[in-house]
C-alpha cells in the first residue's frame, strides 16, 4: 500500500443524516460539526443544497454554512464542502460561503431518473456547466460517478459507462473525482480494478472513493481503494446514511471505523479519535437506537490497553 497521508472527508451531516425521519435542531448539528472539526478530520460535508419539499433535513443547509464562515468558526485548515445538484443550489452555495462544491452525475440510467429527473448525459451537461461556474468562483470542485460500481435497480453497470464519465471530466479539465458505491455493491478487486484504471488517465487526478456498507464490504473497499491510489476517503460518523434514491439504501461507512483501522496501521494519528466517537455516541442517543458503528460502542483498542494497564 502506498504511504501517502489518506484525506478524510466527512460526509455525515449531509448523507448521513438526509434519510432520517428525526430532524436534528441545528444547534445539535452545529454541535456536532464542531466536534468533527475538533477532531481534525480535513473535509466536513455540511449539507446539500436541495429543496427541503425533497429532503426535509436539509432545510438549513444555508444557515449552517453562513454560521462556520463567521470567523473564528472553523480552523483554515478544515475545508467545507456542499452538495448541488443543480443551479439554484449552486447560487445558494456560492452565497452563504461553499469551499468545496461537490456534485456529480450517475452511471445507472435508473438511478439517474430517480435522483433527478435526467438521463446520465443531460445531467452530465448540465452539472460540467455548473461545475465550470464555480471553478471560475475559484471554488474547488469535486465531480463524482455515482453507482459507479453498481446499481440497485439495475444490478451490474459496465466499467465502461463510469470510464467515459471520467473521461468527459478530464477532457474539461477537473482532476478532483469521485467514484462513489451508491448502493453498496462494490468488492474490493472491483475497486482496485476500476481506480486503477481511472488513475491511469492522467497523472494529474485527486481520486476519492465513497462506499456504503449494504453489504458489509465497505472498510475492505476503503482499503482496496488506497491500495490503488485513492488519496481520499469519505465516511460518516456512526455509519449514519443512504441514498434515498436507491432500492436498499445501506448506511455509509463508518468514520470512526475507518479512522481506527488507519491509526492501527500507523496512518493519521493526528485524527482525535475520541471525538469521532463522542459524537457517534451523541447520534446513537438522539436518535435513541444502536447505530451501525462498531468503535463507538467498544472503543479503540489503544483504549482499551490503556484503561487494563
Not at 500500500?1 to 432520517?20: A, C, F, N, W
Not at 432545510?59 to 478544515?78: C, I, M, N
Not at 432500492?247 to 482525535?272: F, P, W, Y
Amino acid at each position: 500500500m502506498k504511504t501517502y497521508s489518506v484525506i478524510i472527508h466527512e460526509v455525515g451531516p449531509r448523507d448521513g443524516l438526509q434519510m432520517e425521519k428525526t430532524t436534528v435542531p441545528t444547534e445539535t448539528k452545529i454541535r456536532w460539526i464542531e466536534q468533527l472539526i475538533a477532531s481534525g478530520v480535513d473535509i466536513i460535508q455540511i449539507g446539500s443544497f436541495v429543496h427541503p419539499k425533497y429532503v426535509p433535513q436539509m432545510a438549513d443547509t444555508d444557515e449552517l454554512f453562513r454560521y462556520f464562515s463567521q470567523p473564528g468558526k472553523k480552523p483554515e485548515k478544515v475545508t467545507l464542502s456542499g452538495l448541488v445538484l443543480n443551479e439554484k443550489g449552486f447560487e445558494r452555495g456560492m452565497a452563504c460561503g461553499v469551499d468545496m462544491f461537490c456534485m456529480g452525475v450517475s452511471a445507472s440510467e435508473t438511478h439517474s431518473m430517480k435522483n433527478t429527473r435526467m438521463s446520465t448525459d443531460e445531467a452530465l451537461t448540465r452539472i460540467l456547466a455548473i461545475a465550470r461556474l464555480a471553478r471560475e468562483a475559484g471554488k474547488q470542485v469535486q465531480l463524482s460517478v455515482q453507482s459507479a460500481f453498481g446499481c440497485g435497480y439495475e444490478g451490474p453497470i459496465a466499467k465502461e459507462k463510469v470510464m467515459k464519465i471520467v473521461r468527459r471530466y478530464i477532457d474539461e479539465g477537473f482532476t478532483y473525482i469521485s467514484l462513489a458505491d451508491t448502493a453498496g455493491h462494490a468488492d474490493p478487486e472491483q475497486v482496485r480494478d476500476l481506480f486503477e484504471s481511472v488513475g491511469a488517465l492522467s497523472d494529474r487526478l485527486e481520486l476519492t472513493a465513497h462506499f456504503h456498507n449494504t453489504y458489509g464490504m465497505a472498510i475492505a473497499n476503503c482499503y482496496a481503494a488506497v491500495s490503488a491510489g485513492v488519496q481520499t476517503l469519505e465516511g460518516s460518523f456512526a455509519g449514519l446514511g443512504g441514498c434515498p434514491f436507491t432500492s436498499v439504501a445501506g448506511g455509509n461507512v463508518c468514520t470512526e471505523d475507518l479512522v481506527h483501522m488507519l491509526q492501527r496501521m500507523g496512518r493519521r494519528k493526528d485524527i482525535r479519535l475520541e471525538a469521532l466517537i463522542e459524537t457517534a455516541r451523541e447520534a446513537a442517543s438522539f436518535f435513541q437506537r444502536e447505530l451501525p458503528g462498531m468503535i463507538y460502542k467498544i472503543g479503540s483498542i489503544d483504549q482499551q490497553f490503556k484503561k487494563e494497564a
